[in-house]
């Protein structure tokens, strides 16, 4: 997942992404580190001198720097050009985007109670600062002027992309609204930017409130060792010594769903799982989506669009979401039909164990487990040793090395938020500095669920001069155990080759204007560069680079390779259902042009309902618990995964029909996607580096649904 800064309005993150640069807010940056100059090495935010108490007089006098900014630029008398409107525009506010991005990217990944209050404090006010400058009626005039005299500025195509952008974005933020329609805009942002920031607090507050804590070893049954290990280690550290204690937390609950034979103890945890934010405490959040949906519909109706989805499609390359749904409704059916055999596999294995019930959710992952192991003579504890942390992770610089040249070193001298965490030099192959690179791979109470990448500091040219970025990768992984480093499930090195190609989509970055830099790109298209970037883990001639057993050094061995190949298409019909079910539920919330009146129970019932999901599988997301769509910024946007699937399953046929480290097609998928940013038109950019439109059968074939989908048209929704 890629993660811009969202924290207090999405928007922001398009308009007013700005690296660092020296401001001068005087006196009462003194003793404050945020409103400092940064001197530390590469000019890294200076985490080991920030304290809660700098973040709120930094953020006030950061907001107040920039309108000083942007009334210089509406009160001048000059005529109205690119360079005095549009680029000066683009250079304000970098202190308070500086600022924002440290306290945003903590919130997520080191969080306090303080923090969480403070950001809700500041929201309301953050929310105006932003609304102010897109509704200042004189700041558009010029604006406009620019837009509607750019051919005469003769402006290149980065030029003429990013006048595009910032024009959008005045006339998407209510430019074009009469004086109430302003007013009422403004307090439906400010409610929105609240909203959010419950709704994602109460799922962090849920997740870490629950605990599982086992007292009789029999009911460890089936679970491996490290898991019971890792079970320890918590009991210990929460005072529950000789006990084994299981959280919601990614790397607890679900090998325990995977593993454990007791199936009362998987219902347990199962059932708390998925009623985060729906147990009628303060942290339900079950209200905080009907007014975050109908806030939204609200908005999307005043700004003159039929729904929120119709509003934020737009932008994107699906355009509609009535084509979001048709290709949705292509994968549907089949992957349904698939999910349903895999069903009645699971079923025949319970009856065997003498259980006639209905297959429920909390069985599905054990007895595919079971499948897994009598069709595969696969067992995913056999594998993980190969995967060790620190083995994937020289994997992945080793891959990155090969395709664009890059190293990696890692740096002692940077401050990091959390001993946990790593900071590492990127750099091309004669030393250039491409950016730096911080990783945090470990689950804690203070940081959210999920993988994701950020920024620290976009990329952008100054003064002639590349300004590196700065990115961050966070994950929830597997934890070391006493002796044992931290091995990775398979589906855990996926996900962290799918989060460093984000990084590199961040670090490669090679444009002019930060607005356009990196990942500020559409969100069906940001997710290309880290999902082609997965193709690589699962390749034998890859495999063999990294994948060596944490012991003996020895190299993962051709049969269990081959195991990995044959099992590539199983569980890939639920898989591919719980996904679509999720994106589905997003796209029903989000297209309503009526208030949602319902509880959300029933809607996303009948929702599924409609579909014909089957009860043994749920939404990959259930709607309280459902940060992407409601405390992220993938509202009407989930799709996007399997829209960019389409585009890098087809991609990764450039490489397959040369070589994986084919060094032309490397550097063409570089500089047309990877160093390009969003500057160009994404179906322009992908067509240029691979020569056509994409076509769907690529994906097909990866999640074994080609043979069952023989109406399917090529390039029917990515035309």
Known sequence: MNKTTTLILTLTASIFMSCHRENKAGSIGEDNPLLATWDTPYGAPPFNEIKTEHYKPALQEAMRIQ??????????????????????????????????????????????????????????????????????????????????????????????????????????????????????????????????????????????????????????????????????????????????????????????????????????IWTAYQNRGNNGNATDNRINVIQLTNLRAEKAHLLGYKSHAHFVLEERMAKTPERVYELLDQLWKPALEKAKAEEADIKKLMVADGINDAVQPYDWRYYT?????????????????????????????????????????????????????TAWEVTEADGKLVGILYMDFYPRASKSGGAWMTSYRDQKMQDGKRIAPIISIVCNFTKPTGNTPALLTFDETTTFFHEFGHA???????????????????????????????NWAAEPEVLKLYAKHYKTGAVIPDELITKLQESATFDQGFATVEYLAASYLDLDYHSRTEDLTQNVAPFEEEAMKK?????????????????????????????????????????????????????????????????????????????????????????????????????????????
């Open 504 to 534: 590199l989509h961040g670090l490669l970055s090679n444009v002019n204007y930060v607005s356009l830099a990196g990942t500020n790109v559409p969100t069906d298209f940001v997710e290309l560069p880290s999902q082609v970037m997965e």
């Open 611 to 719: 579909l014909g999901l089957i009860p043994s599988i749920i939404p990959r997301y259930r709607s309280t618990y459902y940060n992407h769509i409601f405390s992220g910024g993938y509202s009407a946007g989930y799709y996007s995964y399997i829209w960019s699937g389409v585009l890098d399953t087809d991609a990764f046929e450039a490489f397959r029909s040369t070589s994986l480290f084919d060094k032309n097609t490397a550097k063409a998928f570089r500089t047309n996607i990877l160093e390009r940013g969003g500057t160009g038109d994404p179906q322009l950019m992908y067509e240029a580096f691979r020569g056509a439109k994409p076509s769907i059968e690529p994906l097909l074939r990866k999640r074994g649904l080609e043979k069952k989908t023989p109406q399917l048209q090529n390039t029917k929704m990515l035309d």
């Open 67 to 268: 309108q000083g900014e942007i009334d210089a630029i509406a009160n001048s008398h000059e005529q109205p050009n690119f360079k005095n409107t549009i680029v000066a525009l683009e250079n304000t506010g970098t202190l308070l985007t500086r600022i924002v991005m440290v306290f945003e990217n903590l919130t997520s990944a080191n969080t306090n109670p303080e923090m969480q209050a403070l950001a809700q404090e500041m929201a309301p006010a953050l929310s105006k600062h932003y609304d102010d400058i897109y509704l200042n009626q004189k700041l558009f005039t010029r604006v406009k002027s620019v837009w509607d005299n750019q051919i005469g500025f003769k402006l290149n195509r980065e030029e003429a992309k990013l006048l595009e952008k910032k024009y959008k974005a005045f006339v998407r933020s209510g430019a074009n609204l009469n004086d109430d329609q302003k007013d009422r805009l403004r307090k439906i942002n400010e409610e929105l930017a609240v909203i959010a920031l419950k709704f994602g607090d109460n799922v962090l507050a849920e997740t870490n409130s629950f605990e599982l804590v086992v007292s009789d070893k029999k009911d460890l049954a089936g679970l491996p060792q490290e898991a019971i290990a890792a079970a320890a280690d918590d009991a210990k550290a929460k005072g529950k010594d000789g006990k084994w204690l299981f959280t919601l937390q990614n790397a607890s609950v679900m090998p325990f769903l995977q593993y454990a034979d007791n199936r009362e103890l998987r219902k347990k």
């Open 369 to 421: 487990e079971k499948i897994r192991k009598q069709r595969y003579n696969l067992d995913e504890q056999e594998i993980k040793p190969y995967f060790s942390l620190d083995n994937v992770r020289e994997g992945i610089f080793t891959v990155a090395g090969n395709l664009y040249g890059l190293k990696f070193k890692q740096l002692k001298d940077v401050p990091v938020y959390q001993k946990d965490v």
